[in-house]
């Protein structure tokens, strides 16, 4: 049974701290998605990758955020300086290119004191 | 800013009623997805739908995409208490990416 994991499940932090988010998509998914939900706004797409290469990053405060692929079986998501407006669920998601399913890990609870 | 109206915003019904809930948009999707999302878990896909006018069944789950390609709805048919959730539209645009808008989310309770 294929899933995406993702880790840390949750962080706690303190405001200015460098937190790193880390997720494996499925193997064979072509494409991966950054999303980050709270309550106020819901699921908002940060980021966008297909092939490894950045394809839409325009959800993602450029400042502070930053979004890569080393490889296929890695993506990972960096806040620096982390602020407390950022605690929120972040997920990721894979899919197949043929087709525009998404699928999501369990996300990582983040919380900035 | 959010571009899809999805409703109601939360149901609560009895242990084998009917449930219906949709997304509506000012715009066009190629694309309409389908979540549920348990607490504490990330979003599981129901049903994908890729054609307007599809019409999609995953057992007690049935999707459709709108003729207009601005809507979709999803029922649930005999409820279970195991439905409870938040379900949640996404909507796709394939314009050179893939452009996915949620709707903010239907919660259920269903009481047995």
């Known amino acids: 049974d294929a899933r995406v994991t993702q880790t840390p499940r949750h962080k706690v932090t303190e405001m200015g701290q460098e937190v790193t988010m880390r997720c494996q998509p499925i193997l064979g998914h072509n494409t991966v998605f950054w999303y980050r939900q709270t309550m106020m706004q819901g699921l908002e797409l940060l980021a966008y990758?297909?092939?490894?290469?950045?394809?839409?990053d325009s959800g993602m405060p450029k400042d502070r955020f930053s979004a890569e692929m080393p490889d296929a079986t890695l993506a990972t998501l960096k806040i620096q300086p982390s602020e407390p407006r950022d605690s929120a669920v972040y997920f990721c998601a894979s899919g197949p290119r043929q087709q525009e399913t998404q699928y999501f890990g369990p996300g990582t609870r983040l919380l900035v004191l | 800013g959010q571009q899809l109206n999805q409703s109601p915003q939360s149901m609560f019904i009895q242990e084998g009623e009917d449930v219906s809930m949709n997304c509506t948009s000012s715009?066009?999707?190629?694309?309409w997805l389908w979540y549920k999302q348990d607490p504490g878990e990330g979003p599981v896909l129901l049903i994908a739908l890729y054609k307007a006018g599809e019409l999609t069944s995953n057992g007690r789950l049935t999707a459709q995409f709108g003729i207009t390609r601005k809507d979709s709805f999803l029922n649930i048919s005999a409820s279970i208490p195991s439905d409870v959730g938040i379900y949640f539209c996404?909507?796709?645009?394939?314009?050179?990416?893939?452009?996915?808008?949620f709707g903010a989310g239907t919660r259920l309770f269903v009481k047995a």
């Open positions: 715009s066009i999707f190629n694309t």
């Open positions: 990758f297909r092939n490894r290469a950045p394809l839409d």
């Open positions: 996404a909507g796709l645009r394939n314009t050179g990416g893939f452009k996915t808008i």
